[in-house]
């Protein structure tokens, strides 16, 4: 909030000088500082829209740009980011029209910093769609459809282009004021860049931000010399020669890689720098405020690259002197917590373990990992004084909302202390502070960011309510106090389903299509959701009445099931729930129609990974109660386990998987065997790493899960609607690929598996397919073909498979199976997810737009996906979910996929297999006909290892 508080002190002496209205004009914009400087940001906003009203920007145009700049800080405090753009856009155009540098300086800084603000969620935003002003002063047009690596390329460009550009200009001026705030903001985006290399979730994404941000947008323009603090110059221009290199020859990425890796190495003592010179500037001007805001700053830096957890504790109380020396005010409220929750950082040492290990692993161990804080103790008592005083100031000030979250801080301290009785009393004080001032349920929902959704702390206080009544009730277990714990567990689960309920401003942004990053998701939305699971289970279990227990496991799978929609829709960028509102849940499919013969003999697994314990769900269809068993295996040792299965499946010369393999059938099997005893079919919802591995390659010790049932997965229990197909007068449309493409290896045994599939369904091969086989005969193909019902099959290959071709055959035709033999990635970054075409790479919306959502297919519906040589990242479970995902996306009933690649020959053999039984047998299920054909490539001792047949999945309707 300091922005505006030094442009009302040094730019707007100019106020008074407007030549229509002064008087009025002035006193509304007078109205707006006040009550911006009060915090009250809304009634600031609406008295500068009120002011622009008054004035004619074409002629006063210093007043314009001043007021633009006002309601963009503004803007910005609301998260109303749809606004600050365009309004911050505005201002900086104007300020290039007039020529006037030292306004350039000003909007440009204050751009970049909203820039900077939305890197979490610059994805899905709706102000995309405005022009943006690019580095070199034209105006790029983002859209909804574009790809993420555009929104990244003008992202990273436009953020790093507007914070340089505000160095030069300020520079130029020699205002030590502005260039403070210049390089503060500068040492923000060096920092986030940092942040954003050791967090990039592809490779893709990490090439983008160092092209288009540190080689390209370091000089905008010949007139500008713009450089970044530091010494980091020379490896940013190795960095843009390797990466010019490497786009030419790709076989130099590791040239690239270790360029990139030395300059993220520099760009933290880069950041310091910038901010030691900005609190050098701002103390040469007296301006406590902004030397308290690069402070702040530095620390943070300095908190994972200083030698020492103490070196940074050091800091902490001369930076809360500083804050101590400034009126009470809303700004020293905010400094107050910026502080406060360094302070828990610098207490909470094993968070920051990951980025540490990361930079030892990554830039040579020139990194150290911290050593310990010696003084623990003396930073928990700052932290105290920190928050103590905010609640202070906040009450003197009557801001409700700041009063919330300084008790809250508070409680989390006690909490953290083992304080729970006056942890739990300061949350219940944050609590019914910010039901005073609640009014976030009146916001228009296309106005808010989901950082606002996370700014209001609701949620947040119910989560710590429940987390510290439950260590209560674990504390009185020990003590003996059975009954009394039981209540006090009762009261966690209460906060816990507050705690959850208040999140559901948060799910419907997600169901408008904003995408949030995985760190956070996993962090602050997952845990409250499964921390309430856990504790209903742990009721259900212990209960004796068995109508409370099912009612309490059916609560806790509902919870879970929250969290599977979310995580879908956060993959896929896209609502996910029209499929789901058209069907009911599995767990209801026993008063459904389908025959007694399936509901009897199917049943769902739903393993549940806690942090203490491995709970398993099962419930046979035609059953109504639900088995719960639990293994006292943690979430931690459980992932361990299943990551080495994932690796050592691949790993094809050994049977080395078998350790794994059989231990997770003594864990996720044996112990519900007798549950199955009548069962034949399994329909597996996965859970996190479990996402990873083909459960139908556990093994008993004697034979694969497989060869025991016929599998399928879901990913969520209301995303299937299992109906049994009709396959007669189907159309099948082949499309594959054989040649070497885009840096991608052949696939020579794609021509036998099309030509399998067309002798099949029609009993004769297309030439092309012929040309690739010397010992193809047209009268064995004849022999082959399924005679009992009518096919017809259109074929897309080599050169012909283009999107356009593959988009033409699709509106023309209703099919009923796409079979697409060809290369496909899935990435944990769904922009990096592609299937290979001749010339291109088609992603899953392009893929999705192209099938069309289910619902327009009622009356035809496409049946079945097969995509047979795709692959996702080892160890990758949020590439796995895009996989679980894709018949969900692509509006398919069901959907087949690999895991990893598997040997051509093999896809051949089981993808052949797999639709001869499918066609040619009446009342087959998809799920059967696959288990039979990965059950016949066991039988070949040539295919029995699990890294031929087993990545192959069966996704949604398993009939």
């Not at 050791?198 to 713009?226: T, W």
């Not at 401003?505 to 959701?529: C, E």
């Not at 029995?944 to 949604?956: A, K, M, R």
């Amino acid at each position: 909030m300091n922005k505006i508080c030094f442009i009302i002190s040094v730019i707007f002496p100019f106020i008074g000088t407007s030549a229509s209205e002064p008087n009025n004009f002035t006193e509304l914009v007078n109205q707006g500082d006040t009550l911006f400087q009060q915090g009250d940001f809304r009634q600031a906003t609406q008295y500068w829209e009120t002011s622009l009203t008054q004035i004619d920007c074409t002629k006063e145009t210093n007043l314009c740009i001043e007021n633009l700049m006002r309601l963009g800080a503004a803007y910005q405090e609301l998260k109303m980011h749809s606004a600050v753009f365009p309004t911050l856009t505005k201002a900086l155009a104007l300020a290039e029209q007039i020529q006037n540098i030292k306004y350039q300086a000003l909007v440009g800084y204050q751009l970049s910093d909203a820039w900077l603000s939305m890197r979490y969620s610059i994805r899905g935003f709706s102000f995309f769609t405005e022009k943006t002003k690019t580095s070199n002063g034209n105006f790029a047009t983002l859209t909804q459809k574009e790809s993420l690596k555009a929104k990244e390329l003008a992202y990273w460009g436009t953020t790093c282009s507007l914070a340089c550009n505000s160095v030069v200009n300020a520079r130029k001026l020699n205002d030590p004021a502005i260039l403070a705030r210049a390089l503060n903001n500068q040492g923000n985006v060096l920092t986030v860049l940092e942040d954003s290399f050791m967090k990039g979730s592809s490779q893709g994404a990490v090439e983008a931000i160092v092209k288009f941000c540190l080689a390209e947008a370091r000089k905008p323009d010949e007139s500008k010399s713009c450089t970044w603090s530091g010494n980091i110059e020379n490896s940013l221009q190795q960095l843009a020669t390797s990466v010019k290199a490497f786009e030419k020859y790709p076989k130099l990425a590791a040239k690239m890689q270790a360029n990139l890796f030395k300059v993220i190495e520099e760009l933290p003592q880069a950041a310091i720098q910038a901010y030691e010179e900005s609190i050098q500037l701002a103390t040469q001007t007296g301006e406590t405020a902004l030397i308290i805001k690069a402070s702040i700053n530095r620390a943070k830096v300095g908190l994972k690259n200083a030698n020492s957890l103490d070196e940074t504790a050091a800091s902490l109380n001369t930076i809360r002197q500083q804050i101590q020396s400034i009126p009470d005010s809303h700004d020293k409220v905010i400094y107050l917590f910026s502080l406060g929750k360094l302070a828990l950082a610098v207490l909470q040492e094993d968070s920051l373990l990951g980025d540490l290990i990361w930079k030892a692993q990554h830039l040579a161990n020139k990194n150290k990992l911290l050593t310990k804080l010696t003084t623990p103790q003396q930073v928990t008592v700052l932290a105290y004084q920190i928050f103590q005083k905010a609640v202070n100031v906040a009450e003197k000030i009557q801001d409700n909302r700041s009063i919330s979250k300084a008790y809250g801080y508070l409680g989390q301290l006690y909490e953290r202390e083992l304080r729970y009785n006056e942890a739990l009393t300061l949350t219940r004080k944050a609590i019914f502070s910010i039901n005073q001032d609640n009014v976030l349920s009146t916001e228009n929902i296309n106005q808010l960011s989901l950082a606002n959704h996370f700014s209001h702390n609701l949620y947040r206080l119910y989560w710590q309510q429940g987390r510290i009544l439950k260590k209560q009730a674990q504390s009185l277990i020990k003590q003996g106090k059975i009954n009394q714990a039981e209540a006090v567990y009762d009261r966690a689960i209460a906060a816990y389903r507050l705690a959850s309920s208040s999140l559901k401003p948060i799910q419907q942004i997600l169901d408008i299509g904003y995408r949030i990053s995985n760190t956070v998701f996993a962090q602050q939305v997952k845990p409250v959701h499964y921390e309430l699971v856990s504790l209903l289970l742990r009721k259900a279990h212990d209960s004796s009445d068995s109508q409370e227990k099912q009612r309490l496991i059916r609560e806790a799978i509902e919870t879970s099931e929250l969290v599977k929609v979310a995580e879908l829709q956060n993959y896929f960028d896209e609502c996910v729930l029209a499929l789901q509102s058209k069907t009911k849940s599995l767990l209801d499919l026993n008063k459904s129609e389908l025959a007694q013969e399936v509901l009897q003999k199917t049943a769902i697994l739903y393993p549940i990974p806690l942090k203490d314990r491995l709970v398993v769900l099962t419930k046979v269809l035609s059953q109504d109660t639900i088995h719960q068993v639990e293994i006292p295996v943690t979430a931690e040792q459980f992932n361990q386990v299943v990551q080495q299965f994932r690796f050592n499946l691949q790993k094809r010369s050994k049977n080395v998987f078998l350790l794994q393999a059989q231990l997770l059938y003594d864990w996720l099997i044996r112990p519900i065997e007798a549950t199955l005893k009548n069962v034949d079919t399994l329909v597996v919802v996965p859970d996190g790493h479990l996402r990873m591995i083909p459960l139908s390659t556990l093994h008993d010790g004697k034979q694969f899960l497989i060869e025991k049932y016929a599998m399928a997965l879901t990913p969520g229990l209301a995303l299937v609607n299992p109906q049994q197909p009709n396959w007669d007068n189907s159309k099948i449309l082949l499309a594959g690929l054989t040649d070497s493409v885009q840096a991608h290896s052949a696939l020579p045994n794609v021509p036998k598996e099309l030509q399998n599939m067309q002798c099949l369904t029609e009993g004769n091969a297309d030439d092309k397919l012929i040309s690739f086989d010397a010992e193809f005969s047209a009268e064995s193909c004849k022999e082959r073909s399924v005679t009992t019902r009518n096919f017809d099959n259109h074929l897309i290959f080599n050169k012909d498979f283009s999107i356009e071709k593959f988009k033409s055959k699709v509106a023309q035709n209703k099919y009923s199976v796409i079979h697409l033999a060809t290369h496909g990635e899935f990435d944990a970054d769904p922009d990096h997810t592609y299937l290979l075409t001749y010339k291109g790479k088609m992603k899953m919306d392009k893929l999705a737009d192209v099938i069309g959502l289910g619902k327009f297919r009622d009356r035809k519906p496409l049946e079945l996906l097969t995509l047979s040589a795709c692959k996702t990242a080892v160890g990758n479970d949020k590439a796995a979910l895009g996989l679980a995902g894709v018949a969900v996306k692509a509006g398919a009933r069901s959907a087949i996929a690999t895991l990893w690649y598997v040997e051509d020959s093999a896809t051949a053999k089981a993808m052949s297999e797999f639709y001869r039984l499918l066609l040619e047998t009446p009342d087959l299920s998809k799920a059967k006909a696959l288990q039979i054909s990965q059950k016949q490539l066991i039988a070949m001792k040539y295919y029995w290892h699990p890294s031929y047949w087993g990545p192959f999945l069966l996704i949604g309707n398993w009939l």
